[in-house]
């Protein structure tokens, strides 16, 4: 039995790198688009929007930016080393590991393995449609290493 994919891009298209994830998501789509075993998307909402991109897949790999000292710097994380994100952590809103475990709880059909790709970035506030070059310069470095680790390309 083939194992059911979603690569989800996790931010901001109005926020320079914070929209980092997107466009990695987006690359990785028309890098890898077509399978039957993956599909991609995008989020811009965070929160209970998550849960009900996530339903249905055996594997949920999130892609995000995070603060951080060295920008363009990819970490590969487990669902329970996160601490709320700026997009999950809203204040009236849930993160990715509250709302995964809501579904569970519920008796969703919440992915069983979920992997995050955290992206450092120095700033998740500016206002911009395109990525500081910083982040720019790592993106093809990191959307290859993304298809290697999870899409074994």
Request: charged share 25%; net charge negative; aromatic share 4%.
């Amino acid at each position: 039995m083939t194992m059911k994919t979603l690569v989800l891009g996790v931010g901001s298209s109005v926020l320079s790198d914070d929209g980092v994830g997107l466009a990695v998501a987006r690359a990785l789509e028309s890098r890898a688009g077509g399978r039957g075993d993956v599909e991609f998307a995008t989020n811009e909402e965070g929160g209970f929007t998550l849960l009900e991109d996530a339903l249905g897949f055996d594997r949920l790999v999130v892609i995000d930016a995070v603060l951080g000292a060295e920008p363009g710097r990819l970490t590969r994380l487990a669902l329970q080393d996160l601490a709320p994100t700026v997009h999950c952590g809203a204040p009236h809103g849930l993160d990715l590991a509250t709302v995964l475990e809501f579904g569970r709880r519920q008796g969703l059909a919440v992915p069983r393995e979920v992997v995050v790709y955290a992206i450092e970035v120095r700033d998740v506030n500016a206002f911009g449609e395109r990525l500081s070059p910083e982040v720019e310069a790592r993106l093809g470095e990191i959307v290859a290493t993304i298809e290697r680790e999870v899409l074994g390309a």
